[in-house]
């Protein structure tokens, strides 16, 4: 592999928008660039399509939750599996080596110049990006939000997942909560908070732009299975942009010290 690859900066989505939501989508590809590796981890295709590589529906989600808000989105161009964003680089692997019981032979032994090149180049611009589109969404809007869109697999390790939505927090549940009211209130879904894994141990893209800044913010997370076609992309982005208009926007989402 070479010392430098190319860089792969995300996907934007009205950049200039003023609605004071931005919208991240860091697990959005399953895309393996060419210059890594001849675009090959050594994992099987079909486990390339699969949730190991991407969070499947999430992008589409992201896109058609952006439209009906007129919000940004910053949209992920590799897989997790070449770097996961979602992984705190100094006490984190952003280089699985193994998922779900699936191997990622390239990924075994990286050399600091190998792993650094991937910061580099997928890593760092990414989280440039997002850190610059929610600065201006800030300067925009006196209540800005920012809402990471990930989906979940039915069922891991044997074990089924019963939850059709989840938010994950940390620290800062003000936004997570807001959703799962709005949600609750309408409809009888079963509802996951801090599910199907914690915000506690996994929410790097959101404590960097959201939480670590006081801003209200929350990972939403979508069961697989109800995002396998274009209609259960625009119910969920509906869903959501619903719960959105619904929230005060102001008052209890108001930016707070951490």
Known sequence: MPDLLAPRPPDVL??????GIVLVCDHASNAVPADLNGGDLGVPADAMDSHIAIDIGAEA????????????AVIATVSRLVCDLNRNPAHQNPFPTHSDG???????????????????????????RCGALVAAAAERHPRPLVIAVHSFTP??????????????????????????????????FTLGDNEPYSGRELYYTMDRHGQALGIPQTTVEIRQ???????????WADLLAECIDAMPHGQTMRPQPV
């Open 14 to 19: 009205n950049p200039d928008s003023d609605s």
């Open 61 to 72: 989600v992201t896109r058609a939750l952006a439209e009906r808000l007129g919000a940004t």
């Open 155 to 188: 069922v891991i390790a044997g074990q089924p997942r019963p939850w059709e939505i989840a938010f994950l927090h940390d620290r800062d549940p003000r936004l997570a909560h807001a959703f799962l009211s709005e949600l609750d209130a309408r409809y009888a």
């Open 225 to 235: 299975d109800l995002l396998a076609s274009d209609a259960g992309h625009g119910l």
């Open 102 to 128: 699936v191997a990622v032979p390239v990924n075994r032994a990286l050399s600091e110049a190998e792993r650094q090149a991937r910061l580099d180049a997928y890593f760092d611009p990414f989280h440039d």
